[in-house]
T-cell receptor, first 111, second 114 residues
Framework: GDSVTQMEGPVTLSEEAFLTINCTYT??????LFWYVQYPGEGLQLLLK?????DKGSNKGFEATYRKETTSFHLEKGSVQVSDSAVYFC??????????FGKGTRLSVIA | EPEVTQTPSHQVTQMGQEVILRCVPI?????FYWYRQILGQKVEFLVS????????KSEIFDDQFSVERPDGSNFTLKIRSTKLEDSAMYFC????????????FGSGTQLSVL
């Protein structure tokens, strides 16, 4: 089945710093790739997605590019804000199979 | 934006007791899911539900677990005889409509088994 490996957190950054959260996946076929985010006290919500190789998903200043050759989908943001503090989850999904999450990466941004 | 609603937000129960976790998915969605997250661990898939039946389940979803859609709006997860290791945050999710790939999650129910 599908699986995902994310960098261990927590990640602590100063405001306006550059963010990278690494994600690599294993999957059968060509999965769609997702980043979900969980803000404190809330459920997971979709941040961005990419459905085929070389696609770039983007939302709220975050970006991730579907790299088939390295089976990666790293999340980046050029300038983080305190409001970006949350737990970030990378997830592949093949067809109608369930989303497979990892442990998530906790990001703390300090002013 | 429409929301998935879960109740209660916190549930404390004694080992061996039955619990029912409740969810109201988004009204026009057709696919429903339960996930759980034990503290400090990954978010784990439990079960998916479509067309009034289980479409997929994980090895965690054993005979102690059951799901039901008792009416047109609710989606419940029942644990018949809770164990200490069932303590976790349980998330309900739904998908459907125009973007079936996008799952909408509730805020979760924190279950504590004593």
């Amino acid at each position: 089945g599908d699986s995902v490996t994310q960098m261990e957190g927590p990640v602590t950054l100063s405001e306006e710093a550059f963010l990278t959260i690494n994600c690599t996946y294993t999957a059968t076929g060509y999965p769609s790739l997702f980043w979900y985010v969980q803000y404190p006290g809330e459920g997971l919500q979709l941040l961005l997605k990419a459905t085929k190789a070389d696609d770039k998903g983007s939302n709220k200043g975050f970006e991730a590019t579907y790299r088939k050759e390295t089976t990666s989908f790293h999340l980046e943001k050029g300038s983080v804000q305190v409001s970006d503090s949350a737990v970030y989850f990378c997830a592949p999904r093949s067809g109608n199979t369930p989303l497979v999450f990892g442990k998530g990466t906790r990001l703390s941004v300090i002013a | 934006e429409p929301e998935v609603t879960q109740t209660p937000s916190h549930q404390v129960t004694q080992m061996g007791q039955e619990v029912i976790l409740r969810c109201v998915p988004i009204s026009n969605h057709l696919y429903f899911y339960w996930y759980r997250q034990i503290l400090g661990q990954k978010v784990e898939f439990l079960v998916s539900f479509y067309n009034n039946e289980i479409s997929e389940k994980s090895e965690i979803f054993d005979d102690q677990f059951s799901v039901e859609r008792p009416d047109g709006s609710n989606f419940t997860l029942k644990i018949r005889s809770t164990k200490l290791e069932d303590s976790a945050m349980y998330f309900c999710a739904s998908s459907g409509g125009q973007d079936n790939e996008k799952l909408f999650f509730g805020s979760g129910t924190q279950l504590s088994v004593l």
